[in-house]
C-alpha cells in the first residue's frame, strides 16, 4: 500500500511537471505567433506605404515630365531662357482645375480651356517681353513668375491660397472612373507620351526647324522673314 501509494504521488508531481510543461510551451508558442503576426502585419504595411510612395512619385515625374517637353522647345530649340514657365504651368493648373470643379465640366474640355487660357496668357506677356532681349527679358520673365505667384496666394476666392483647391473631380474615361495611384500612374503616362509625340512631330515640322534657326541666328531668320 506504501509503495503503491508513493507511486502514485510520484506520477501526479510528474504528471503536473509534464502539464504545466505543455503550458509554458504553448504559452511561447502562442507568443512567437503572436510576434510573428505582428511582424508580418508590419512588413505590409510597410509595403503597402512605399508603393503607394512609388507610385505617386511616378504621377509627380510624368507631369514634370510634361511641364520639362515644353520647357525644352522653348530653351533646348528657340535659345531662348524664362524663368516664367512655372507661372504659365499655374495658370494652367487653376483653370483646368476650376473648370472642372466650379463649372462641372469634363476634364477634358479642362484640359483644353487650360490650354487656351495659358496661350492668351503668354501671348500678352510674349508681346512686350519681344521688344527686350538677353538679361532684361529674363528679369521681365521673372517679374511674371513672382506676379503668378502672389497671385495664387491671395486670391483665396479663386485659388483658396496656399490651401489649394479641395474637391477636384476625379476624371472619368466612359463609364470608368480614374480613382487611385494605379489608374492615375496609367493617366499621367498616356498624357506624357501624347505630350512627346506631339513635341516630337512639332520639332521636326517646318515650325520646329524656325525654332532651331532661331537660337543659331536669329537676325538671318528675321532677315529671311521667318
Known amino acids: 500500500v506504501r509503495i503503491t501509494g508513493a507511486c502514485r504521488v510520484v506520477a501526479g508531481a510528474r504528471g503536473r511537471r509534464i502539464r504545466d510543461s505543455y503550458r509554458n510551451t504553448c504559452d511561447r508558442l502562442f507568443r512567437r505567433k503572436g510576434y510573428v503576426r505582428?511582424?508580418?502585419s508590419r512588413s505590409c504595411l510597410r509595403g503597402v506605404s512605399t508603393l503607394s510612395y512609388v507610385l505617386n512619385f511616378l504621377i509627380i515625374a510624368g507631369i514634370y515630365s510634361i511641364l520639362s517637353l515644353s520647357l525644352n522647345l522653348l530653351i533646348g530649340y528657340v535659345g531662348v531662357f524664362s524663368l516664367s514657365h512655372a507661372a504659365l504651368f499655374g495658370i494652367g493648373a487653376y483653370v483646368s482645375a476650376l473648370v472642372?470643379?466650379?463649372l462641372?465640366?469634363?476634364w477634358l474640355l479642362g484640359m483644353?480651356?487650360?490650354a487656351l487660357v495659358t496661350g492668351i496668357a503668354g501671348s500678352l506677356v510674349a508681346g512686350p517681353a519681344l521688344r527686350i532681349a538677353g538679361d532684361y527679358y529674363i528679369v521681365a520673365s521673372y517679374a511674371l513668375q513672382v506676379i503668378a505667384y502672389t497671385a495664387f496666394m491671395n486670391l483665396t476666392n479663386i485659388t483658396q491660397g496656399p490651401a489649394g483647391l479641395a474637391g477636384i473631380?476625379?476624371?472619368q474615361i466612359l463609364d470608368f472612373r480614374v480613382a487611385g495611384?494605379?489608374?492615375y500612374v496609367v493617366l499621367t503616362t498616356a498624357c506624357?507620351?501624347?505630350a512627346l509625340g506631339v513635341a516630337w512631330r512639332l520639332a521636326h515640322s517646318p515650325f520646329g526647324r524656325v525654332l532651331r534657326?532661331?537660337?543659331e541666328d536669329e537676325v538671318a531668320v528675321t532677315a529671311l522673314g521667318k
Do not use: N
Request: proline share 21%.
Open 38 to 40: 505582428q511582424a508580418v
Open 100 to 102: 472642372t470643379k466650379e
Open 104 to 106: 462641372d465640366f469634363p
Open 112 to 114: 483644353l480651356g487650360a
Open 169 to 171: 473631380p476625379r476624371p
Open 181 to 183: 495611384p494605379v489608374p
Open 192 to 194: 506624357v507620351l501624347v
Open 213 to 215: 534657326a532661331i537660337s
